[in-house]
């Protein structure tokens, strides 16, 4: 799901006109973020919810991978006892 940012285009406006900006320039320039930059913004909820999706897997194989390490290095323990033995 992703989140709706807000953005107060005629505040944005009125800044760039006290800047120096023309108006017209200001309103197309507000209204081109307003419709081509912030609908591709990432906002925080969206990154806990991609790292909510991503910590599962990652821990599974985390856990998997020392599993195996465990397990080969029993294997090479008990390998070395039987030739000293």
Not at 6 to 18: C, R
Not at 27 to 32: S, Y
């Amino acid at each position: 799901m992703k989140s709706v940012m807000a953005i107060d285009t005629l505040a944005y406006t009125k800044t760039l006109e006290a800047a120096g900006v023309e108006g017209q320039a200001a309103q197309a320039h507000a209204e081109a973020r307003t419709r081509h930059l912030i609908p591709d913004l990432v906002t925080k909820p969206d990154l806990d919810q991609a790292l909510e999706r991503l910590e599962h897997p990652l821990t599974v194989r985390f856990f998997g991978m020392m599993l195996g390490i465990v397990g080969l290095m029993n294997a090479i323990l008990f390998a070395l006892l039987r030739v000293v033995h």
